[in-house]
């Protein structure tokens, strides 16, 4: 697609539940990036990629929250016994991520997730 | 390491009058330098970006941004700005193979 793509664009879940969100990144680009903006709060981010690999974890806020990507495309960012302080806007955004390259990041729409 | 620093959490202006959203950067090396901004419940989009060349950037709807090496600094000013300008405006730093780091958002307020 022309676009960063997200599924789905509103989850509303009960606590305790897993949920799986889905983004589909700008054909071509070998990074791939997990934010999470909760409501008045800037973006706090979860995790990059570059290809399949996630050589930064480090904004995973817990063990229930875990990433995959696969084929150096598609990733899927799953958060396990979904607690009501995950609720928050989940950003993924992708860059062709190439040495020498401007790293500039392409916003997908987001994916509300809203935990009961 | 890199960070960002945006000086400001919210900027409330009226119409029409000048605005400058503040934001500070410190690197050990060269980097690139990014201003996106979010209209209310829409998605980031890039405003304007520095990667080498002119200090100066233009980017959309009238924004403009000075690079200023010796004071770390990239700056986003608008003359004359409008209702629709409310947002809420990031600045971001990265470089080859890193991560992007973004600052912690400044919100715009345009009051009428």
């Known amino acids: 697609g022309a676009g960063v793509s997200q599924s789905p664009s509103n989850k509303v879940t009960e606590k305790g539940k897993d949920v799986e969100l889905r983004c589909d990144p700008i054909?071509?680009?070998?990074?791939l990036y997990w934010y999470r903006q909760s409501l008045g709060q800037g973006l706090e981010f979860l995790i990059y990629?570059?290809?399949?690999?996630?050589?930064?974890k480090s904004g995973l806020p817990s063990d229930r929250f875990s990433a995959e990507r696969t084929g150096g495309s598609v990733s899927t960012l799953t958060i396990q016994r979904t607690q009501q302080e995950d609720s928050a806007v989940y950003l993924c955004?992708?860059?062709?991520?190439?040495?020498?390259?401007?790293?500039?990041?392409?916003f997908g729409p987001g994916t509300r997730l809203t935990v009961l | 390491a890199q960070s960002v620093t945006q000086l400001d959490s919210q900027v409330p202006v009226f119409e029409e009058a000048p605005v400058e959203l503040r934001c500070n950067y410190s690197?050990?090396?060269?980097?690139?330098l990014f201003w996106y901004v979010q209209y209310p419940n829409q998605g980031l989009q890039l405003l304007l970006k520095y990667l080498s060349g002119s200090t100066l950037v233009k980017g959309i709807n009238g924004f403009e941004a000075e690079f200023n090496k010796s004071q770390t600094s990239f700056h986003l000013r608008k003359p004359s700005v409008h209702i629709s300008d409310t947002a809420e405006y990031f600045c971001?730093?990265?470089?080859?193979?890193?991560?992007?780091?973004f600052g912690a958002g400044t919100r715009l307020f345009v009051k009428a």
């Open positions: 971001a730093v990265s470089r080859p193979g890193f991560k992007t780091i």
């Open positions: 955004a992708s860059s062709s991520g190439t040495s020498g390259s401007y790293n500039e990041q392409f």
């Open positions: 690197s050990s090396v060269s980097v690139y």
């Open positions: 990629f570059q290809g399949n690999s996630a050589p930064d």
């Open positions: 054909s071509g680009h070998t990074a």
